[in-house]
């Protein structure tokens, strides 16, 4: 059973950075056909995908925080985080990492996510 499980501080100050940690257990994220990906939820509206690193360790951006966003992993931890900088309120949301097959260099869109964690708050705030 693949279990993901979010970490990080929850709350950050306007123009920090945020930087959460995604923990992989029952699989290795350099499992050929596999990408973990970052995804968030703001308050009332709906997931937005943020960016996913693959089995290789390529990584792949939404276009609209590409500028702001960095993915990054450890595989002797079997772990890959998520850094996005410059934040603002808006960036306040739950976010989300999970496992996820069928990626393209596009992004995940209709791909399949298979395994979530439970998703952490994270709040921007001075």
């Known amino acids: 059973q693949v279990q993901l499980q979010e970490s990080g501080p929850g709350l950050v100050k306007p123009s920090q950075t945020l930087s959460l940690t995604c923990t992989v257990s029952?699989?290795?994220?350099?499992?050929?056909?596999?990408?973990w990906s970052w995804i968030r939820r703001p308050p009332g509206k709906g997931l937005e995908w943020m960016g996913a690193?693959?089995?290789?360790?390529?990584?792949y951006y939404s276009p609209s925080l590409k500028s702001r966003t960095s993915i990054s992993r450890d595989t002797s931890k079997n772990q890959f985080t998520l850094q996005l900088s410059s934040v603002t309120p808006e960036d306040t949301a739950v976010y989300y990492c999970?496992?996820?097959?069928?990626?393209?260099?596009?992004?995940?869109?209709?791909?399949?996510?298979?395994?979530w964690g439970q998703g952490t708050q994270v709040t921007v705030s001075s």
């Open positions: 690193i693959d089995y290789s360790g390529s990584t």
């Open positions: 029952g699989g290795s994220i350099t499992t050929i056909i596999y990408y």
């Open positions: 999970a496992r996820v097959i069928g990626c393209s260099v596009y992004g995940c869109d209709g791909a399949r996510y298979d395994y």
